[in-house]
């Protein structure tokens, strides 16, 4: 049974390996397409540079900031690489930085000739980022050993396929909310795949996930007929409209599509820690019936429902917390809060999230419950 289940193994590594030779040429061919141009950048460029000195600061004797800096600031990659430019450096929040000798910038710079326009477009933070994002995966390397290891893969896939995949399909003017399913189908089965590899807990983890990811698409939609909130709601609709008419994306989906991606990791969770604790019973007690097995995971996940459910709701409540801080000091009506759209997307974004996370329970422990029962010799090697 060992050198079977090893026989399996090697074939769904090659497999995935297949799997992802394909995505890696889709995502080149998706990102090489021409795209239609909104805005005329021709000349201008996003460069790096070190400030080497401050001719004008604007820093307030109170400690705040007004106007613009003056600064000189060291090329270090375009086309003026090497040369000390003096620019201007905004104030505000979202565009420039309160420049100091020695700090690296991103630099946005026009050229036409002998002609250079430039100025601070942000602090350069690329390289602290990356140092983050390696920091995590070597921790959860260290700390989850070698499931850490096929957790950090499973992390790199789904990023790339969200990010590189599913964001150009979108581009193509395919439906956002079809293709939200089949990237989640896709990440969820991949994913499971580096964690354990082709057996009955990660197809039941799989089932379990999608159920939910589907459940959460339905009642969105249900959310969105009764109360008239949809995807043209959005605070960026505009942009987004002109973006629609150039390129036709359909913008009224991108909403719902965002719900499903952002409850993926929770329906999986759940899921998968469903299936793990059902498939330990069996092993531990292999002549537990399919109903007393069904009880034991629908305990487990009622464990679990209360708190993912939290997770999901407290994630989108704090992505409105500027909202819900203005409509406070300006002690609105609680009638104009509730009735708000972007409260009603919230309370969209958290519900039809949850209602997937507390619907798939059942229906994982279910499909487990007729995966699992008989099969405790086989689930012992796996």
């Not at 604007?58 to 800096?69: I, V, W």
């Not at 910038?105 to 942000?122: N, P």
């Not at 979108?170 to 439906?175: A, D, H, Q, W």
């Not at 807990?201 to 959310?223: M, Q, W």
């Amino acid at each position: 049974m060992k050198k079977q289940y090893g026989k399996h193994t090697a074939m769904g590594w090659i497999i995935l390996a297949l799997i992802t030779v394909v995505l890696i040429f889709a995502a080149y061919r998706l990102n090489t397409m021409e795209k239609t141009e909104l805005i005329n950048r021709t000349g201008n460029t996003y460069e790096k540079g070190i400030v080497k000195e401050v001719l004008k600061d604007n820093l307030l004797p109170d400690g705040t900031r007004e106007g613009e800096q003056t600064v000189t600031v060291r090329m270090t990659t375009g086309v003026r690489k090497g040369e000390v430019i003096q620019m201007t450096s905004q104030s505000g929040f979202l565009f420039g930085a309160p420049c100091v000798p020695g700090m690296h910038v991103i630099v946005v710079q026009s050229v036409a000739g002998d002609t250079t326009v430039s100025s601070v477009y942000a602090r350069d933070r690329g390289s602290i980022i990356a140092i983050f994002a390696i920091l995590y995966i070597i921790v959860l390397c260290l700390v989850g050993g070698k499931q850490g290891i096929k957790a950090s893969a499973g992390l790199l896939i789904t990023c790339f396929i969200i990010i590189l995949i599913w964001v150009p399909i979108i581009y193509l003017g395919v439906s956002p909310i079809r293709s939200a399913v089949v990237v989640c189908a896709v990440t969820t089965v991949l994913t499971f795949w580096c964690l354990g590899g082709i057996s009955r807990k990660t197809i039941c983890a799989t089932l379990g996930t999608v159920s939910g990811v589907v459940i959460a698409a339905v009642v969105a939609e249900i959310y969105s007929y009764t109360t008239g909130i949809s995807g043209w709601n959005v605070s960026n609709i505009e942009t987004l409209m002109t973006i629609s008419e150039a390129n036709h994306i359909k913008v009224g989906g991108l909403l719902f599509a965002g719900i499903l991606i952002s409850a993926l990791g929770a329906e999986m969770d759940v899921a998968m820690s469903i299936s793990s604790a059902m498939q330990e019973v069996c092993v531990q007690n292999p002549t537990i019936s399919r109903w007393e097995l069904f009880r034991s995971g629908m305990r487990v996940g009622r464990d679990m429902m209360g708190t993912d459910s939290n997770t999901l709701i407290l994630a989108f409540v704090g992505t409105e917390i500027g909202e819900l801080v203005l409509d406070f000091t300006y002690d609105l009506s609680p009638l104009y809060i509730i009735n708000s759209n972007n409260i009603g997307i919230a309370v969209m974004k958290g519900l039809s999230g949850s209602f997937g996370i507390v619907l798939s329970v059942p229906i994982t422990v279910l499909i487990a419950s007729v995966m699992f029962r008989g099969k405790s010799k086989e689930l012992s090697v796996q």
